[in-house]
């Protein structure tokens, strides 16, 4: 039965008007409540597009979350409802509830570490620019790896790096080992050997980093042209179809492209220039340039 043919009992007129925010159900004539409680009847939050009502449905679950946003958190404002500050006794009652709230959303040694460690990915995340997916990934492989108890003896950073690491292997984001090192401020050698070991323990699948992928990055750091990144892919191309990069490292390989690139185009960079950009040393453009050129016919 709609409102519309329900009548007030008190006055008798259908005018009866349901309030979402209070919940409650009244008549609009003389104002007498009906009913209270009532069930929200608006549809969910389903889509990108559809308007956010926080009130209605929360926020979105996530890993990077040590309780995956599941936990409910009370206001740190002293206000009531109507917007007036609480009373001295209440905002006592209120500071020891917070208190005890935040302390049993975390329970365990576990919940702990797993706090503190998605804290610092979070932090990695906004230094290394990396988008919201790498970041539910690499909490991911991290929360597999404190399963297996793979922290102990290791500290959480390392762990942190290289689980993050990792998950920009698995979703090809160019993203080396040195950058990650730089980030969180340890050595490269700590988060090689620990990502070596949840790679070996976790049993991940890496797929093979193609060289093409590390052309627009080394581009932007150089502050390269368009047409210099299309000539150099065209390059990587043609090397490609002859078996040319098999084995060797696909920065190497692609600042090398780009700096062919350059000198048949006249753009005037040296080799120095592209080795800051991508990373790696002089030496190892030239050793590349040489068999890019013997393939390619440059």
Same mark, same amino acid.
């Given at each position: 039965?709609?409102?519309?043919?329900?009548?007030?009992?008190?006055?008798?007129?259908?005018?009866?008007?349901?309030?979402?925010?209070?919940?409650?159900?009244?008549?609009?004539?003389?104002?007498?409540?009906?009913?209270?409680?009532?069930?929200?009847?608006?549809?969910?939050?389903?889509?990108?597009?559809?308007?956010?009502?926080?009130?209605?449905?929360?926020?979105?679950?996530?890993?990077?979350?040590?309780?995956?946003?599941?936990?409910?958190?009370?206001?740190?404002?002293?206000?009531?409802?109507?917007?007036?500050?609480?009373?001295?006794?209440?905002?006592?009652?209120?500071?020891?509830?917070?208190?005890?709230?935040?302390?049993?959303?975390?329970?365990?040694?576990?919940?702990?570490?797993?706090?503190?460690?998605?804290? &610092? +990915?979070?932090?990695?995340?906004?230094?290394?620019?990396?988008?919201?997916? /790498? #970041?539910?990934? %690499? !909490?991911?492989?991290?929360?597999?790896?404190?399963?297996?108890?793979?922290?102990?003896?290791?500290?959480?950073?390392?762990?942190?790096?290289?689980?993050?690491?990792?998950?920009?292997?698995?979703?090809?984001?160019?993203?080396?080992?040195?950058?990650?090192?730089?980030?969180?401020?340890?050595?490269?050698?700590?988060?090689?050997?620990?990502?070596?070991?949840?790679?070996? &323990? +976790?049993?991940?699948?890496?797929?093979?980093?193609?060289?093409?992928?590390? /052309? #627009?990055?080394? %581009? !932007?750091?150089?502050?390269?042209?368009?047409?210099?990144?299309?000539?150099?892919?065209?390059?990587?191309?043609?090397?490609?179809?002859?078996?040319a990069l098999a084995g060797k490292h696909p920065m190497g390989v692609a600042a090398s492209a780009l700096y062919l690139a350059c000198i048949n185009l006249e753009e005037n960079r040296t080799q120095k220039d592209i080795a800051d950009a991508a990373g790696i040393t002089e030496v190892t453009i030239r050793n590349r340039c040489k068999n890019l050129k013997a393939v390619v016919g440059i």
């Amino acid at each position: 039965m709609s409102l519309q043919e329900i009548k007030c009992p008190r006055c008798g007129k259908n005018t009866l008007v349901t309030d979402v925010e209070s919940s409650e159900v009244f008549c609009s004539n003389c104002g007498i409540v009906v009913e209270e409680k009532v069930d929200d009847g608006r549809p969910e939050r389903r889509f990108a597009d559809s308007p956010v009502i926080k009130s209605h449905t929360g926020d979105k679950t996530s890993l990077t979350r040590h309780d995956r946003g599941l936990s409910t958190m009370i206001n740190p404002f002293n206000k009531d409802s109507t917007g007036n500050p609480l009373s001295t006794s209440m905002k006592l009652s209120m500071t020891r509830l917070r208190k005890w709230d935040s302390r049993s959303r975390v329970k365990t040694s576990t919940d702990r570490n797993l706090q503190q460690a998605l804290l &610092e +990915l979070l932090k990695m995340k906004e230094k290394l620019s990396l988008p919201d997916a /790498i #970041a539910e990934k %690499a !909490s991911y492989i991290y929360r597999k790896a404190l399963e297996k108890k793979l922290v102990r003896g290791r500290s959480i950073s390392s762990l942190v790096a290289a689980s993050l690491y990792a998950a920009c292997r698995e979703s090809e984001t160019p993203r080396t080992l040195r950058e990650v090192a730089a980030t969180i401020g340890i050595k490269r050698k700590e988060i090689s050997a620990t990502y070596r070991l949840i790679f070996k &323990e +976790l049993d991940l699948k890496m797929p093979v980093i193609d060289s093409v992928s590390c /052309i #627009a990055k080394i %581009a !932007s750091n150089a502050e390269l042209s368009e047409k210099t990144k299309r000539h150099a892919i065209k390059i990587l191309k043609n090397a490609e179809k002859q078996n040319a990069l098999a084995g060797k490292h696909p920065m190497g390989v692609a600042a090398s492209a780009l700096y062919l690139a350059c000198i048949n185009l006249e753009e005037n960079r040296t080799q120095k220039d592209i080795a800051d950009a991508a990373g790696i040393t002089e030496v190892t453009i030239r050793n590349r340039c040489k068999n890019l050129k013997a393939v390619v016919g440059i």
